[in-house]
Protein backbone atom coordinates (compact mmCIF):
# COMPACT_ATOMS: atom_id res chain seq x y z
CA UNK A 1 0.00 0.00 0.00
CA UNK A 2 2.75 2.37 0.98
CA UNK A 3 4.35 1.73 -2.53
CA UNK A 4 0.95 2.80 -4.11
CA UNK A 5 0.80 6.45 -2.22
CA UNK A 6 4.74 6.89 -2.96
CA UNK A 7 3.86 6.53 -6.58
CA UNK A 8 0.88 8.74 -6.43
CA UNK A 9 3.15 11.35 -4.59
CA UNK A 10 5.92 10.64 -7.12
CA UNK A 11 3.97 11.45 -10.13
CA UNK A 12 2.38 14.72 -8.24
CA UNK A 13 5.38 16.09 -8.05
CA UNK A 14 6.02 15.00 -11.44
CA UNK A 15 3.40 16.98 -12.60
CA UNK A 16 3.60 19.99 -10.16
CA UNK A 17 6.95 20.75 -11.60
CA UNK A 18 5.95 20.48 -14.60
CA UNK A 19 2.94 22.79 -14.35
CA UNK A 20 5.39 25.30 -12.20
CA UNK A 21 7.95 25.66 -15.14
CA UNK A 22 4.88 25.97 -18.13
CA UNK A 23 2.30 28.62 -16.34
CA UNK A 24 3.37 31.88 -17.44
CA UNK A 25 1.41 33.38 -13.71
CA UNK A 26 4.44 34.01 -11.55
CA UNK A 27 2.24 33.84 -8.53
CA UNK A 28 0.19 30.61 -9.56
CA UNK A 29 4.01 29.10 -10.11
CA UNK A 30 4.93 30.17 -6.36
CA UNK A 31 1.80 28.62 -5.16
CA UNK A 32 2.16 25.59 -7.19
CA UNK A 33 5.98 25.42 -5.79
CA UNK A 34 4.49 25.60 -2.09
CA UNK A 35 2.13 22.48 -2.57
CA UNK A 36 5.26 20.88 -4.01
CA UNK A 37 7.14 21.55 -0.88
CA UNK A 38 4.52 20.40 1.19
CA UNK A 39 4.02 16.93 -0.78
CA UNK A 40 8.03 17.14 -0.01
CA UNK A 41 7.84 17.48 3.77
CA UNK A 42 5.21 14.34 3.50
CA UNK A 43 7.49 11.93 1.93
CA UNK A 44 10.12 13.02 4.03
CA UNK A 45 7.77 12.72 7.23
CA UNK A 46 6.37 9.03 5.29
CA UNK A 47 10.15 8.47 5.66
CA UNK A 48 11.06 8.46 9.09
CA UNK A 49 12.82 11.95 9.10
CA UNK A 50 10.71 14.21 11.30
CA UNK A 51 13.12 16.79 11.37
CA UNK A 52 13.42 17.37 7.68
CA UNK A 53 9.96 16.97 7.16
CA UNK A 54 9.48 19.92 9.77
CA UNK A 55 12.48 22.07 7.85
CA UNK A 56 11.00 21.46 4.66
CA UNK A 57 7.28 22.21 5.37
CA UNK A 58 8.28 25.48 7.61
CA UNK A 59 10.89 26.71 4.91
CA UNK A 60 10.13 25.42 1.64
CA UNK A 61 5.97 26.06 2.22
CA UNK A 62 6.08 28.79 4.33
CA UNK A 63 8.88 30.99 4.25
CA UNK A 64 9.89 30.50 0.39
CA UNK A 65 6.42 31.11 -0.43
CA UNK A 66 6.44 34.13 1.46
CA UNK A 67 9.89 35.64 0.09
CA UNK A 68 8.45 34.81 -3.62
CA UNK A 69 5.04 36.63 -2.81
CA UNK A 70 6.77 39.62 -1.98
CA UNK A 71 8.92 39.76 -5.03
CA UNK A 72 6.30 39.35 -6.94
CA UNK A 73 5.08 41.95 -5.18
CA UNK A 74 7.75 44.10 -5.91
CA UNK A 75 8.46 43.25 -9.45
CA UNK A 76 5.33 41.90 -12.58
CA UNK A 77 3.00 39.46 -11.90
CA UNK A 78 3.04 37.76 -15.21
CA UNK A 79 6.56 36.48 -17.13
CA UNK A 80 7.49 37.92 -20.35
CA UNK A 81 6.62 36.10 -23.14
CA UNK A 82 9.82 35.36 -24.83
CA UNK A 83 10.44 34.72 -28.76
CA UNK A 84 12.58 31.73 -28.30
CA UNK A 85 10.46 28.68 -26.95
CA UNK A 86 12.92 26.15 -28.08
CA UNK A 87 14.62 23.86 -25.79
CA UNK A 88 18.36 24.10 -25.34
CA UNK A 89 20.59 21.29 -26.19
CA UNK A 90 23.09 22.52 -23.83
CA UNK A 91 21.56 22.04 -20.67
CA UNK A 92 19.58 19.64 -21.27
CA UNK A 93 22.41 16.84 -22.11
CA UNK A 94 23.64 18.45 -19.10
CA UNK A 95 20.79 17.75 -17.00
CA UNK A 96 20.10 14.26 -18.48
CA UNK A 97 23.80 13.35 -17.87
CA UNK A 98 23.85 13.96 -14.40
CA UNK A 99 20.21 12.20 -14.13
CA UNK A 100 22.30 8.94 -15.81
CA UNK A 101 25.12 9.48 -13.61
CA UNK A 102 22.52 9.59 -10.40
CA UNK A 103 20.23 6.71 -11.46
CA UNK A 104 23.55 4.64 -11.15
CA UNK A 105 24.89 5.53 -8.41
CA UNK A 106 21.26 4.67 -6.93
CA UNK A 107 21.45 0.89 -8.39
CA UNK A 108 24.41 0.51 -5.99
CA UNK A 109 22.86 1.54 -3.26
CA UNK A 110 21.57 -0.68 -0.52
CA UNK A 111 17.80 -1.50 0.29
CA UNK A 112 15.96 1.43 1.75
CA UNK A 113 16.38 0.26 5.48
CA UNK A 114 18.95 -2.14 5.11
CA UNK A 115 20.41 -3.59 7.97
CA UNK A 116 23.21 -4.27 5.91
CA UNK A 117 23.81 -0.53 4.73
CA UNK A 118 27.04 1.47 6.05
CA UNK A 119 25.24 3.82 8.07
CA UNK A 120 23.48 1.43 10.03
CA UNK A 121 26.78 -0.87 10.79
CA UNK A 122 29.03 1.79 10.99
CA UNK A 123 27.97 4.98 12.03
CA UNK A 124 24.32 4.02 13.11
CA UNK A 125 25.39 1.90 16.11
CA UNK A 126 28.02 3.83 17.66
CA UNK A 127 26.21 7.01 18.07
CA UNK A 128 23.32 4.12 19.81
CA UNK A 129 25.76 2.60 21.88
CA UNK A 130 27.93 5.85 22.92
CA UNK A 131 25.73 8.33 22.49
CA UNK A 132 25.00 9.25 26.60
CA UNK A 133 28.33 7.86 27.25
CA UNK A 134 30.01 10.64 25.46
CA UNK A 135 27.60 13.51 25.66
CA UNK A 136 25.74 12.99 28.81
CA UNK A 137 22.47 13.48 27.58
CA UNK A 138 20.21 11.19 27.62
CA UNK A 139 17.72 11.71 24.24
CA UNK A 140 19.58 10.33 21.19
CA UNK A 141 18.34 13.09 18.52
CA UNK A 142 19.88 16.25 20.84
CA UNK A 143 22.68 14.55 21.44
CA UNK A 144 23.41 13.79 17.90
CA UNK A 145 22.05 17.50 16.77
CA UNK A 146 24.14 19.36 19.61
CA UNK A 147 27.01 17.42 20.00
CA UNK A 148 28.40 15.60 16.55
CA UNK A 149 26.42 17.90 14.34
CA UNK A 150 26.96 20.69 16.21
CA UNK A 151 29.54 22.92 14.06
CA UNK A 152 26.66 21.47 11.24
CA UNK A 153 23.55 23.10 12.91
CA UNK A 154 25.75 26.29 13.81
CA UNK A 155 26.70 27.04 10.12
CA UNK A 156 22.92 26.27 9.43
CA UNK A 157 21.79 28.56 11.49
CA UNK A 158 24.13 31.10 10.45
CA UNK A 159 23.22 31.01 7.44
CA UNK A 160 19.67 31.10 8.15
CA UNK A 161 20.26 34.42 10.27
CA UNK A 162 22.75 35.76 7.36
CA UNK A 163 19.79 35.48 4.95
CA UNK A 164 17.56 37.24 7.27
CA UNK A 165 19.47 39.80 7.87
CA UNK A 166 19.87 40.35 4.27
CA UNK A 167 16.43 40.00 3.55
CA UNK A 168 15.17 42.91 5.90
CA UNK A 169 18.05 45.05 4.32
CA UNK A 170 16.76 44.91 0.93
CA UNK A 171 13.17 45.61 2.17
CA UNK A 172 14.27 48.39 4.35
CA UNK A 173 16.70 49.73 1.25
CA UNK A 174 13.63 49.61 -0.77
CA UNK A 175 11.56 52.03 1.21
CA UNK A 176 14.24 53.92 1.36
CA UNK A 177 14.14 54.60 -2.28
CA UNK A 178 10.20 54.76 -1.91
CA UNK A 179 10.39 57.90 0.22
CA UNK A 180 13.29 59.68 -1.51
CA UNK A 181 11.18 59.25 -4.74
CA UNK A 182 8.48 60.94 -2.80
CA UNK A 183 10.44 64.11 -2.12
Known amino acids: MIWLVNGV ?3 ALIVLAAWALKTRDLLVSAMILSV ?29 TVLFILAIQK ?11 TIQKGPLAIVLFIGLI ?19 IVSGN ?17 AIIA ?8 GEVTVVFAVGIG ?7 GREEEGDDEK
Open 9 to 11: LLI
Open 36 to 64: YSFLMAIIYAQLNSPDVALTEAAVGAGIT
Open 75 to 85: TSRMEEDSDDE
Open 102 to 120: LALAAGGMPAFGSPDAPAA
Open 126 to 142: LYLEEAKEVTGVVNIVT
Open 147 to 154: YYRSFDTL
Open 167 to 173: IIALFLR
